[in-house]
């Protein structure tokens, strides 16, 4: 059986604006973090390893990544 990906976007995106999705179920199953644009929900996925995809949010929460 193959597990599906449970999409699910930040309670910080209730502005319409442009945002990402991610499916953490799929981390215990496949050990990766798929990640798509919530714009384009058929367009390619991108799957991050637990520890990248820890390193990024630490990085986010850091406020690492402001322009």
Do not use: Q
């Not at 442009?18 to 799957?47: M, Y």
């Amino acid at each position: 059986m193959t597990e599906s990906p449970h999409w699910f976007k930040s309670s910080y995106s209730n502005n319409g604006g442009d945002c990402v999705e991610v499916a953490a179920n799929l981390l215990s199953v496949h050990g990766i973090v798929p990640i798509r644009d919530s714009k384009n929900t058929s367009g390619p996925v991108l799957g991050f390893s637990a520890t990248s995809f820890t390193a990024f949010l630490a990085g986010v929460k850091a406020e690492g990544f402001v322009g």
